[in-house]
């Protein structure tokens, strides 16, 4: 029998952003990668064509991390204590971004410095020819400091720098919109706290493709519902035109799953959990998985595993098999 | 549709007679509307207006109940594309599948573990719903054993997977009396089936690869007297898996009947063995009925049936986590107590900012019935009698060398009493947003 | 390039500027004083002027009504000299009456058709008895009641034993000609309130109040029930106030120890200076007051009658009583006389109360035929939406911020609260507007509402209400609890310190508008009809003599409809205390009012939550729900 698909045909669509520069745009990226430009719920190709497919970017410490499991530890080795090599092992991968988290303190305990943060992102950008996130430690202080150095010393390279939050924006904005950077805007699980961020940041005459915005998302078992459900309504605000949801969401999953105890812990914990390092790695992607059906653009993992089956799952999300 | 209050008010007898249990028709009427009430509670209510109220409330998506021996098991009666938009009902349930080329003694080693596994997650106890048995010897005797065997140890649901209605009907013998899902009815074999399903009463899952198809068959099937139908879609990858789900739902809530059924998804039929748990949270997400799985993996089942809790939470009640005493950055004897609300987004809120500052801290998550701090403030759910409980039965004062608690800036004014709850303790107050707590705790504590 | 002359009638003064000129440049070179507080944005329309010949071209009329555009008037700093033109320049009292968005409260009404005794519950009667004697040993008392039943037809009437104590006294002191003070009750029934010796002239006043027991404030009317005059009107902070901002904090307050009999007698002094106050001003005696109507939230009617209170604030939100009977004022403490009828108006749950079935009497909207959007903002924020079919009201709570209170420099609006406010877009400079002239002392809710609109507008303060310290002005500084706006120096004011506007106060304020924005609209998603359905809003409140509009709608507080669509009622819930206290018909209506009013409990799902943090940016997250505000964005200037 005949069947009308119901096929929704939304006024607005996602923004399209494009990270990193190339030495010809001012930058020194051997590509750059494009997100965002949907014009319907994510992978719904009988509806909308999607030019542009989720990427991953490998979440990287400017040193080794002291509180990762000991799973990921044990998996990237010694890579961990060199963030250019780390760079280029998650390149060999097959990310397409590298996602670089400055610390409080360096590996020797002293404070973090500018000049420190400068050398590092230097070496990972040398080292690699993706495009570069670079986010501070997460105290306003310390991240308006590094950020500012930091958006300085790579002039033109298009980075994204984060996170500004509704308490500090002002400061990394400011730098971004000076150095030719993007940024990231991160709130906590609310629809509107999300598109105020975006508002002020706007006002600041940030231009509109230079905006990424985290809507923060909890992991599985940990508040995702929430972060899904923010993700979706802002989605469809998207579509629906509202200008200031239309950006290209990044989410942290990896992040978010790692910190979870199921994931983290391998002892003392009930048998019913099976076995640690599968359990952690489906906690890990089927977090991604789930933030991706909700719209994420950019998904920020860390284990290789994980990243293997995220890439081979958006491959065949991303595979047209009818006809629209 | 759904109608609004003010058009159900203006179907009721508007005289505020308050028989129904509310103290005025509006009231009545924007329960009904939020269908948390039913309108035979209205005792005065006209016919006409009963015929309209019932129109309007009809689900979209038929609900269809697997029975053995006392469990069941229910899918369908979901109202939205979105669980933002109200909440999503019936829970998938998760099916792990047994072939029928395993010997009994076989299947029943790898069912025992499976029928065991039961983990909690936040007070909640998850297991498995129920089994699959699939035919792929094609022999009835075969098919019938596996399913025996599977009954002889499980009184869960389960699903009988075989083309050959011959088949099916030897499987269905043995759970004779039980309402298992039979799959599946196919353009060639409808009719057989469908006599199946008529004689043992239950529902039976309809597969076609097109929407066209799959509709064209339930309406054969329900002219045929068979009406609690499951739909598979085929499209065993998952952009095709997505696609044809959503348009499913999309057309069940415009009310097209012939595709108004809960989906059944099959993971483990998915491209490769990694993309299968990935398709089974998809299908979490994305309108599936009914969920089976190839094999019983502990590692997966347990984040896959938290996943399922986490998006059939309803959105519109807060939840709640867990009272108790949380560590945050591997806290000592010697760091700083905070307190707050078990409502999740206050309790999350808090435990992100201390956690970003990289301070080790002691969190007391009271028990203030999920709400938050103010909410539960002034709903006299977290007060100082309260706290000072929580403190003592979570045992704080054997976690730390020192007496000194911090309170949320809102609720300053429990301080003083609560020095008098805890006698020897010291109550500091910290402030009002959670925001602020990483310079708090660096500055002032 | 061509000149023009733009020639001023007042003055009779001519100047020549070229094409493109504004009006207010024109003005400046001729030496015409003309107000531009807003520094010539176009904003706050105190450079009102009228072309008499010629024609300007408007950048904008934003504030001026269409009738007034019509007859001439444009804006000086957004009128553009393209010929020769004459233009006349108005006094500035006479430009604020124009100004379309600051509007009075309405003066006080006597209701239509009021009439004494018919409507009246509280009668003076002339008796005049037959003096007693041997032959006839009828008591003072029965002699009393057959006097009235004969003279007045009052059947049956009761006495309190006090009175009885003292009937003997007067009727002997009058020589038996007297004044009897009675109450109508019910049925055939009457109660003796005062016997007065000698006949009362008719001309003398008949004395009752009309009380509204607010969160922070108290108001009270001094009525003549012989006519409905209102001799004196007199307003005071509620004292609980010392105990507790809000109610929540009163009811816990007044549930420990002795917290209940201090908040009692707290909100009884209130009332009794103010009792005292109004008499002074009307030259009278307390006692020669007969009769009171108390509108008030809940909590304070709790409060004041000595209830515990404690059942309001604990799910499921119950109270002791939404119908309290009628009482004499020597029970509650009223220092009335002390028989006097004090009769409590009925409220609909515990946080919707008999101020708001008071305020809705006063607003007519119950007996409207349109759905119209009623508005009270007091320390709650009272919202109902409906019309003569229906009526949905909820409550959120606001704070007392737009009472003034809990802001550092808040004040009530009275003499030397500083009501409105302008900055200048290039300087950030304020100018303001105090209540009775003269130095300022703080800032009233009106002021507030005008002061965080400007701040906005101006980029003192973002979205967010986070303030830009890198402005370059004085004016914006890290103060003791962080950043703040100097809104007045030390020597423009009159106690000689600061007036300032700080970070925390703003939080309040845009919590305290978010709060009624969000409880706006998930009243009217609740019934499913838009905010654009309704034919107009009603605004109650004590915010002040003044509102302006135009900023309470830039700041998000007020719903972005067109400015013709707000009336300002005042203080509604002393007003329906008054037409209840005038009128028996009013009074059941009032009662008819608690009985089909839906209360919407907020608290009960997330969709508070959600409304809320929606409305906590400036003017709204969303801000296709106020398009005259991005409009106003829109101008040159921004």
Partial sequence: MPVEIPKDNWPGAVRTITLGATAAEGGSRRQVVTVGGAKSLPFLHFEAIHPYRPVIALEIRDRRPDDWSPLLIKTWQEVVDDPASWAQAGEKLGVDLIQLTLSLTKADGSSNTPANAVNVVKAVLAATGLPLLVFGPGQAEVDNELLVAVAEATKGERLVLGICEDKNYRTIVAAALANGHLVSARTPMDVNLAKQLNILIKDMGMPLDRILMDPTTGALGYGIEYGYSVMERLRLAALQGDTMTQFPMIVTPGFEAWKTKEAKVGEGVPAEWGDWEARAIHWESLTTIALLESGADIVV????????????AIQELMTQAEPA | MALTGIQIYKLLPKTNCKDCGYPTCLAFAMKLAAKQEE??????????????????????????????????????????????????????????????????????????????????????????????????????????????????????????????????????????????????????????????????????????????????????????????????????????????????????????????????????????????????????????????????????????????????????????????????????????????????????????????????????????????????????????????????????????????????????????????????????????????????????? | MADHVVRFTESGKNVQVPTGSLLSEAARLAGEEIGQPCGGQGRCGRCLVRVEQGTVRSRSSLRIALEDQQAGYVLACQAVVEGDVQVSVPEQEKIERRLTTDRTAQEVGVPVGYQYPRDQTVWRLHVSLKPPDMDDQTDDWSRLQNALRQQHGITILNISLNLLRKIGKVLRTGEWQVTAIVEYQKGEEFRLIDLIPKHV??????????????????????????????????????????????????????????????????????????????????????????????????????????????????????????????????????????????????????????????GVLASGMDDSEAIRLFLDVGTNGEIVLGSREWLVTCACSAGPAFEGAGVQDGMRATKGA??????????????????????????????????????????????????????????????????????????????????????????????????????????ADSVGVSLEMAEDVLVGGSFGKYINVEKAVQIGLLPDKPWEQFKFLGNTAVRGAYLALLD????????????????????????FYEAFTSALFLPHTDLSRFPSVADAFALPHV
């Fill in chain 3, 201 to 358: 002239a008719d001309s003398q006043p008949l004395w009752g109040t009309a009380i509204d027991i607010g969160t922070t404030t108290v108001t009270l009317w001094l009525v003549n029930l012989l006519n409905g005059e209102v001799a004196a009107q007199v307003a005071e902070y509620n004292g609980q106030i010392a105990r507790g901002e809000d109610v929540i904090s009163r009811i816990i307050f007044a549930s420990k120890n002795n917290g209940g009999q201090i908040l009692q007698d707290l909100v009884l002094e209130t009332i009794n200076s103010l009792i005292e106050r109004a008499c002074k001003r009307a030259g009278i005696q307390p006692e020669t007051i007969y009769k009171a109507s108390l509108a008030g939230n809940s909590t304070m009617m709790h409060l004041l009658l000595g209830i515990p209170a404690e059942s309001i604030r604990l799910s499921p939100f119950i109270t002791a009583v939404n119908q309290p009977p009628l009482m004499r004022a020597v029970e509650v403490g009223l220092q009335l006389h002390p028989e006097a009828s004090v009769d409590c108006l009925p409220g609909v749950a515990s946080y919707v109360g008999a101020d708001i079935t008071a």
């Fill in chain 3, 584 to 607: 028996r018909k009013m009074r059941a209506r009032i009662a008819a009012i608690a009985g089909r009013m839906t209360y919407l409990e907020l608290s009960a799902d997330n969709t």
């Fill in chain 1, 301 to 312: 993992l860390r284990h290789p595993e994980s990243i293997r089956r995220i890439q081979a």
């Fill in chain 3, 418 to 523: 500083i009501e409105e406010v302008w900055v200048n877009t290039n300087t950030f400079e304020p100018t303001y507007r105090v209540i009775g002239g003269g130095k300022p002392r703080g800032v009233c809710g009106s002021g507030l509402i005008s002061l965080l609109a400007e701040l906005f507008l101006t980029g003192v303060i973002d979205k967010s209400g986070n303030f830009n310290l890198e402005l370059g002005t004085p004016r914006v500084r890290n103060g003791e609890h962080g950043p703040e706006y100097v809104l007045a120096w030390a020597e423009e004011s009159s106690h000689g310190n600061d007036i300032v506007i700080t970070h925390v106060d703003i939080d309040n304020l845009i919590r305290a508008k978010a709060a009624i924005y969000a409880g706006f609209t998930i009243l």
């Fill in chain 2, 39 to 445: 309108l035979s509670a209205c005792p005065h209510v006209s016919e006409a207006a009963r015929a309209e109220l019932a129109e309007s409330s009809a689900p979209p998506v038929r609900l269809i109940t697997l029975k053995a021996n006392g469990n069941e098991f229910k899918s369908g009666n979901e109202t939205v594309l979105f669980r933002h938009e109200k909440t999503f009902v019936n829970k998938p349930g998760v099916f792990v599948r047994f072939s029928d080329d395993l010997s009994p003694a076989e299947i029943q080693a790898n069912l025992a573990p499976a029928e065991a596994f039961q983990v909690n997650y936040v007070g909640i106890s998850l297991a498995l719903d129920g089994y699959a048995v699939a035919s792929v010897t094609g022999n009835p005797e075969a098919f019938a054993g596996a399913v025996a065997a599977i009954r002889n140890l499980s009184h869960k649901p389960l699903i009988l997977i075989a083309r050959d209605p011959q088949v099916m009907a030897a499987g269905l013998r043995v759970v004779d009396g039980e309402t298992p899902l039979i799959y599946a009815a196919d353009q060639d074999n409808w009719q057989s089936m469908a006599e199946l399903a008529r004689q043992h009463q239950a529902p039976l899952a309809v597969r076609a690869d097109s929407l066209e198809d799959l509709a064209g068959l339930t309406e054969k099937l329900v002219a045929a007297g068979v009406e609690d139908l499951v739909l598979d879609p085929g499209g065993r990858d998952l952009a095709t898996s997505l696609s044809r789900c959503t348009q499913i739902r999309r057309l069940a809530l415009k009310n097209f009947r012939p595709l108004g059924y809960p989906i059944i998804a099959l993971p483990a039929e998915a491209s490769t063995p990694e993309i299968e748990p990935l398709m089974a949270a998809q299908s979490v997400a994305k309108y599936g009925g009914f969920i089976v799985l190839s094999s019983f993996t502990p590692e997966l089942l347990y984040p896959l049936l938290v996943l399922r809790q986490n998006i059939y939470t309803d959105p519109q009640k807060p939840i709640q986590v867990q009272p108790g005493l949380y560590e945050i950055n591997d806290p000592g004897p010697e760091s700083p107590v905070l307190v707050t609300t078990n409502f999740s987004i206050t309790y999350f809120s808090v435990a992100n900012e201390v956690e970003g500052s990289g301070i080790p801290a002691w969190l007391v998550v009271a028990d203030a019935e999920g709400m938050s701090v103010l909410t539960a403030w002034a709903a006299g759910k977290f007060d100082a009698e309260r706290i000072a409980k929580d403190v003592r039965s979570f045992g704080v004062a054997e976690k730390v060398t020192h007496k000194r608690i911090v309170l949320p800036g809102h609720v300053a004014v429990l301080s003083g009493e609560l020095e008098e709850e805890l006698p020897g303790w010291e109550i500091r107050v910290g402030p009002r947003e959670a925001v602020d707590l990483p310079s708090f705790l660096k500055q002032a504590l």
